[in-house]
């Protein structure tokens, strides 16, 4: 799979003025933009073309990003970048919660909206590594199939998944017994240092303890290293 050459960007905002600026500039590096102002017209356009990223605003008319975020989530792996409001890092928290892949904070400059998306659609496209050489990562009877980007279960069974979640096991997976920082996993997966407030990596470990571990709350397969990070305890082999 590549990263399509002129990606189809949905953008959801009800502001006017931002959404015309949004597009404007995507469109003038090579995207291709449909504009919707609510839910109603986000269903809509997604039942009628392919979309590659969905840009969706957290306050909207009617129902919120939020719940949006996760009605989509609940039936699509779609990347999604939510836009919020400054300073608002619970929203932020409970949108990576709930599916969002990546968020960026109001006022934005275009120029960093464009490089996220980016980043976004490298990671939900990305081969694996030519170093690597693995197609297949196993641990404790599940499977990380790193060129179709799944992840199955030991019954065989495929999970949901989103494209964030799957580059941090991923990233933990190629690293089993190192104790990794939340600066070294934001690096590896996302590209970018962590802010004073950067939670993103906490709630990406949560989610994906509640898929593959026995007991979230105690986990045996990721676990909490304090001061330090996170330890992948498994062996992995390779096919």
């Not at 996760?70 to 836009?83: E, Q, T, W």
């Not at 400054?86 to 969002?100: M, S, T």
């Not at 593959?212 to 390779?238: C, K």
């Amino acid at each position: 799979m590549s990263t399509p050459s002129t990606p189809h960007v949905l953008v959801v905002e009800d502001d006017r003025e931002i959404s015309a600026l949004v597009a404007r500039y995507l469109r003038a590096n090579d995207c291709r933009v449909t504009l919707a102002g609510d839910g109603r017209e986000m269903e809509r356009v997604l039942s009628d073309a392919a979309v590659d990223l969905i840009v969706l605003d957290l306050m909207l008319p009617g129902e919120d990003g939020l719940s949006l975020c996760r009605r989509v989530r609940a039936g699509s792996a779609i990347p999604i970048l939510m836009l919020t409001a400054k300073g608002e890092e619970i929203d932020r928290i409970v949108g990576l919660e709930i599916g969002a892949d990546d968020y960026l904070a109001k006022p934005f400059n275009p120029r960093e909206l464009l490089a996220r998306i980016r980043a976004i659609l490298r990671r939900a496209s990305a081969e694996p590594q030519a170093d690597d050489g693995a197609r297949r990562l196993h641990f404790v009877g599940w499977t990380l199939d790193v060129s179709l980007r799944q992840v199955l279960s030991p019954e065989g069974a495929r999970i949901a998944i989103t494209g964030a979640e799957f580059d941090l096991l991923h990233a933990l997976c190629l690293r089993p017994g190192r104790v990794l920082s939340r600066d070294q996993l934001l690096d590896l997966t996302q590209g970018r240092a962590a802010g004073p407030f950067e939670r993103s990596i906490d709630v990406l470990i949560s989610r994906i303890r509640q898929k593959i571990e026995r007991d979230s709350r105690n986990p045996e397969i990721i676990r909490t290293i304090r001061s330090g990070g996170y330890l992948f305890t498994p062996e992995v082999t390779r096919s």
